[in-house]
Nanobody, 123 residues
């Protein structure tokens, strides 16, 4: 089992920035892939950014150029730097992990979830 604990959410005005962190209970950077998902009220949980064990990153079209996913293997921590935030970025953000690579960055592929951290962007 692995525990994931997110932090860094909050309220910000449109155009602002936030950095989310996700601390993992054990080191798996060599064999696991990681991602950030978000879920807005009444909507399905969607993957916004993912990073493979080899460092390859992918992003949802809606966040490309604004969000950056990264990891600090020494600290077993995953990050999501979010810039130029928009009201439509509002939602609960979840850290996720799975063994091996992401075939598709979808909720069904996730093995471990964090508890989520709320991000609210006001216009």
């Amino acid at each position: 089992q692995m525990q994931l604990v997110e932090s860094g959410g909050g309220s910000v005005q449109a155009g602002g920035s936030l950095t989310l962190s996700c601390a993992a209970s054990r080191s798996n950077h060599r064999t696991y892939s990681w991602a950030w998902f978000r879920q807005a009220p009444g909507k399905e949980r969607e993957g916004v950014a993912a990073i493979e064990s080899d460092g390859t990153t992918t992003y949802a079209d809606s966040v490309k150029g604004r969000f950056t996913i990264s990891q600090d293997n020494a600290k077993n921590t995953l990050y999501l730097q979010m810039n130029s935030l928009k009201p439509e970025d509002t939602g609960m953000y979840y850290c996720a992990a799975r063994p091996g690579r992401w075939t598709l960055v979808r909720a069904e592929s996730v093995a471990y979830w964090g508890q989520g951290t709320q991000v609210t962007v006001s216009s």
